[in-house]
Antibody, heavy 118, light 109 residues
Framework: QVQLVESGGGVVQPGGSLRLSCAASGLSFSGLSVHWVRQAPGKGLEWVAVISHDGSHIFYADSVRGRFTISRDNSKNTIFLQLNSLRSEDTAMYYC???????????WGLGTLVTVSS | QAVVTQEPSLTVSPGGTVTLTCGSSTGAVTSGLYPYWFQQKAGQVPRTLIYETSNRHSWAPARFSGSLLGGKAALTLSGAQPEDEADYYCMVTYPHARVFGGGTKVTVL
């Protein structure tokens, strides 16, 4: 089955950390960029970060820069998002999405929920 | 970071036509900003509808079309169906960042 599967979400206290994973099944991340996008409960979509095919180009939204780190392990066909210094406003469903060489975001994952609460 | 603006809500009659727009605080939205449109139905994962201004994703019906209109990106739905009721988000590509608009809730009524 062709899909992206996110994992690693959960409940964490303010100031805590989590590591999210995005694993590809039936498709490859090879040669392609991957994005993380989040959606707070009842709110709109917010772009979080992108990593290029070889990890040489990485960009973040202002709201997460310095606290979140995106990385990839091409041998495992997996993308990671390290979330540090978490705040209540980081509570959201986190999605990964693959971008093809023709700018198409052709696959989205089902998401993993991060809840920051004391 | 730039701000991307969309209409908060629009209503269209079944079979009717509606156009959603997407503006940028930095100026005109051009093809060089590679505007995207995403559809999200209630309780579902977002999915890509249009990329690179006007390219329809493989799943997207032909009644959806993307264009540039008056300095904005536009999504036109021609012949609206009840199943088109959803939130629609545009996204613009800036140097070193992507920015989503706040979304437009489209009601088919």
């Amino acid at each position: 089955q062709v899909q992206l599967v996110e994992s690693g979400g959960g409940v964490v206290q303010p100031g805590g950390s989590l590591r999210l994973s995005c694993a590809a099944s039936g498709l490859s991340f090879s040669g392609l960029s991957v994005h993380w996008v989040r959606q707070a409960p009842g709110k709109g979509l917010e772009w979080v970060a992108v990593i290029s095919h070889d990890g040489s180009h990485i960009f973040y939204a202002d709201s997460v820069r310095g606290r979140f780190t995106i990385s990839r392990d091409n041998s495992k066909n997996t993308i990671f998002l390290q979330l540090n210094s978490l705040r209540s406003e980081d509570t959201a469903m986190y999605y990964c999405a693959r971008e093809t060489t023709h700018w198409n975001w052709d696959h989205w994952g089902l998401g993993t929920l991060v809840t920051v609460s004391s | 970071q730039a701000v991307v603006t969309q209409e908060p809500s629009l209503t269209v009659s079944p079979g009717g036509t509606v156009t959603l727009t997407c503006g940028s605080s930095t100026g005109a939205v051009t093809s060089g900003l590679y505007p995207y449109w995403f559809q999200q139905k209630a309780g579902q994962v977002p999915r890509t509808l249009i990329y690179e201004t006007s390219n329809r994703h493989s799943w997207a019906p032909a009644r959806f079309s993307g264009s540039l209109l008056g300095g904005k990106a536009a999504l036109t739905l021609s012949g609206a169906q009840p199943e088109d009721e959803a939130d629609y988000y545009c996204m613009v590509t800036y140097p070193h960042a992507r920015v989503f608009g706040g979304g437009t809730k489209v009601t088919v009524l």
